[in-house]
Nanobody
Framework: VQLVESGGGSVQAGGSLKLSCEASGYEFKRCNMVWYRERQDKSRELVSTISVDGTTSLADNVKGRFTVSQDENKKTLYLQMNELTAADTATYIC??????????????????????WGQGTQVTVS
């Protein structure tokens, strides 16, 4: 099971992007999910979290500008990013908690001890 991010791109400062993260029909009802961002120097920063119960949190430097959400079926994770600045330039990666179990509607489930991770989507703000 591979998480796949989309929605990245190049945008001018002050612009907006909406990132998505999904895994081919699997739902994340049993998983906490996070967005990280990784800068060119390979430093990684936790941007947002959304818990199984729907509780969300955002890093202080994106509060008021970013919003994290999921669709009602918990198959897609979103990150709405507004008022982007050059400091937001990074590769945005979605991931689940360790020990996460994801399932299809047909009941096919997979668990990952290390959690499921995406490859990332590049966001460039100029």
């Amino acid at each position: 099971v591979q998480l796949v991010e989309s929605g990245g791109g190049s945008v001018q400062a002050g612009g907006s992007l909406k990132l998505s993260c999904e895994a081919s029909g699997y739902e994340f009802k049993r998983c906490n999910m996070v967005w990280y961002r990784e800068r060119q120097d390979k430093s990684r920063e936790l941007v947002s979290t959304i818990s199984v119960d729907g509780t969300t949190s955002l890093a202080d430097n994106v509060k008021g500008r970013f919003t994290v959400s999921q669709d009602e079926n918990k198959k897609t994770l979103y990150l709405q990013m507004n008022e982007l600045t050059a400091a937001d330039t990074a590769t945005y990666i979605c991931a689940t908690n360790r020990g996460c179990t994801v399932c299809t509607d047909d009941g096919v489930c997979h668990m990952s001890r290390s959690g499921f991770w995406g490859q990332g989507t590049q966001v460039t703000v100029s």
